[in-house]
């Protein structure tokens, strides 16, 4: 009799093991991902999830034009600073900060907030720390998942055939 229990019980423990091990395997809708480089000594850092195309029209379509975007998937997008520095001349403090974007054709608006931790879709403008308008466009090239990079010179952010940069010093 306790063999048949302990050969229930391990068999049962088993099969949950493989389940959770399974749901782990599985490849995450948009996962997390981390941009990170040096621009004039202030240590920068992107904190996002990165959704794919999956063959879906972006900009204008899943994302409307003209209206604030998480810039991401789940949890806001986190920018961390080290050290005090000027986006498109803006001054912006060292510190954390939720990014939102204003997707527009020719020209984006990027948004530096101060409240940060809250899930993607929660925005306050009244929290707003600097907005910048920065030039924006299609590339030739298909980028899948969403991206950011941090450059020498900025952090640039790519989707589809999208992409824009704010200049930092």
Same mark, same amino acid.
């Given at each position: 009799?306790?063999?048949?229990?302990?050969?229930?019980?391990?068999?049962?423990?088993?099969?949950?093991?493989?389940?959770?091990?399974?749901?782990?395997?599985?490849?995450?809708?948009?996962?997390?991902?981390? @941009?990170?480089?040096?621009?004039?000594?202030? /240590? #920068?850092? $992107?904190?996002?999830? *990165?959704?794919?195309?999956?063959?879906?029209? !972006?900009?204008?379509?899943?994302?409307?034009?003209?209206?604030?975007?998480?810039?991401?998937?789940?949890? @806001?997008?986190?920018?961390?600073?080290?050290? /005090? #520095?000027? $986006?498109?001349?803006? *001054?912006?403090?060292?510190?954390?900060?939720? !990014?939102?974007?204003?997707?527009?054709?020719?020209?984006?608006?990027?948004?530096?907030?101060?409240?940060?931790?809250?899930?993607?879709?929660?925005?306050?403008?009244?929290?707003?720390?600097?907005?910048?308008?920065?030039?924006?466009?299609?590339?030739?090239?298909?980028?899948?998942?969403?991206?950011?990079?941090?450059?020498?010179?900025?952090?640039?952010?790519?989707?589809?055939?999208?992409?824009?940069?704010?200049?930092?010093?």
């Amino acid at each position: 009799m306790k063999n048949s229990y302990l050969k229930k019980a391990g068999i049962s423990s088993l099969l949950v093991f493989t389940v959770i091990f399974m749901s782990y395997c599985q490849e995450k809708p948009s996962p997390p991902m981390t @941009a990170e480089g040096s621009i004039n000594g202030a /240590d #920068i850092t $992107v904190n996002y999830s *990165s959704p794919a195309v999956k063959g879906r029209t !972006i900009f204008g379509d899943l994302i409307p034009l003209g209206k604030v975007w998480r810039a991401g998937a789940n949890e @806001a997008t986190i920018f961390a600073t080290s050290k /005090d #520095i000027k $986006v498109e001349g803006k *001054s912006l403090p060292a510190g954390k900060y939720s !990014i939102f974007v204003i997707p527009g054709e020719s020209m984006s608006t990027f948004i530096f907030n101060k409240q940060t931790g809250q899930w993607g879709t929660q925005y306050d403008e009244s929290q707003d720390a600097i907005r910048v308008a920065v030039p924006s466009g299609q590339t030739s090239t298909l980028t899948e998942r969403l991206t950011y990079d941090v450059l020498s010179d900025g952090l640039e952010l790519k989707w589809e055939y999208g992409r824009a940069k704010v200049k930092i010093e």
